[in-house]
């Protein structure tokens, strides 16, 4: 198990930012910065042993900080807080008190507000044992940061490990009743960066799905997922039936079937090109599928433009508006209380 680390001292940032890379006996690579806690980049082999990039982001920090990214922000591989997904209007009440947040999606609050914690510089720390190597970042986000009450101390913890799983473990703690819904935004693309992500088979372990109005906000109801055209219960190209989705593409959030607190298979991916697998686990209720609906080949790596749906996302997440729909799974976290939740990408060949 090997770290690299390297630090740079970032003048927008007016701080030193730091970037670390990990690596396990198979030779996965996870490029890790404690700006936004995002992952930059993570590199695996197809069936031929070639490592490559599977996933979107940049090599330099400074190109996070380009006005056109921060102004047009797909988060990409970044730590979403304090609340993943929509929130309608950007207000929620606690015990009759109304909260107001920035909003920046239309009506909605989005992913935590403009400044959330994937524009934060995180402490950062490393670790390496045996069969296990991985960072633990944390940040202290003050009572009212972007609208929402508490000082929240939040850790998250990246570990690679022996088995070639990338684990994420998510703690907050807070002084305040506050709501909370954290995540990771990284869109995974499998084939070696030839191709959008449409000839990727998909399987979804959700039967289940939370409808959506116009403003993207759950209507509240929990619905089928059979035989619509965001039913992948078996194994479907994700281009199929994508054309028959609103808007450009998959973004809608899944139920996880049998959710119990524990980790639970997601869902599948699967490049026959490259012949690369992933799962995808978590812990939380649900997760959204987005299938990288708004890029347009503006940001791009090695000159290779990110266009639309040339990534997916599996972001593991309460569900959206929870704050506001008390029938959702609760987004509740008070003081005394510890926010636990757990994702884990395992990365593979197909058999």
């Known amino acids: 198990m090997v770290i690299n680390e390297r630090a740079e001292f970032i003048k927008e940032l007016n701080q030193e930012v730091k970037t670390v890379v990990l690596q396990n006996r198979k030779h996965t690579q996870v490029t890790i910065s404690n700006y936004g806690a995002m992952i930059t980049s993570i590199k695996t082999p197809d069936r031929r042993g070639n490592f490559y990039e599977i996933t979107l982001g940049f090599d330099s920090i400074q190109e996070y900080l380009n006005k056109e990214y921060t102004e047009n922000c797909p ?31 239309g009506p909605n609050a989005l992913h935590g507000g403009p400044n959330g914690f994937h524009t934060k510089v995180w402490k950062m720390s490393t670790f390496k044992e ?53 995540t990771n935004h990284t869109y995974f693309n499998l084939s070696n960066m030839n191709s959008d992500v449409k000839n990727h088979l998909l399987v979804l372990y959700a039967d289940s799905f939370t409808p959506k109005d116009e403003n993207d906000i759950p209507t509240g109801e929990i619905v089928s997922v059979n035989d619509s055209p965001l039913d992948f219960l078996t194994p479907r190209k994700i281009g199929d039936r994508i054309g028959d989705v609103d808007g450009k ?96 990408y395992k990365f593979g060949l197909a058999e």
Do not use: W
């Open 249 to 344: 593409g998959y973004d809608h959030n899944y139920v996880i079937n049998g959710f119990d607190g524990d980790l639970n298979l997601g869902a599948r991916i699967v490049d026959e090109s490259t012949g690369r697998a992933l799962e995808f686990y978590t812990t939380e209720p649900g997760f959204q599928l987005y299938t990288g609906n708004y890029l347009d080949g503006s940001f791009k790596r090695d000159d290779i433009k990110f266009d639309e749906n040339f990534g997916i996302c599996l972001e593991a997440q309460k569900f959206p508006d929870s704050p506001n729909q008390k029938q959702f799974p609760s987004c509740i976290l008070k003081p005394g209380e510890t926010y636990r939740q757990t994702t884990v």
């Open 130 to 182: 045996p069969k296990r190597t991985g960072v633990v970042l944390t940040l202290n986000s003050n009572d009212m940061d972007e609208g929402f009450p508490g000082n929240l101390e939040v850790k998250v913890t990246y570990t690679l490990t022996f088995d070639n799983e990338l684990v994420i473990d998510y703690e907050a703690t807070t002084d305040k009743t506050t709501v909370i819904n954290l």
């Open 75 to 105: 988060y990409f591989g970044a730590i979403i807080g304090r609340y993943a997904n929509r929130i309608k209007n950007g207000k929620f009440s606690i015990d009759g008190h109304e909260h107001s947040l920035n909003c920046n999606n």
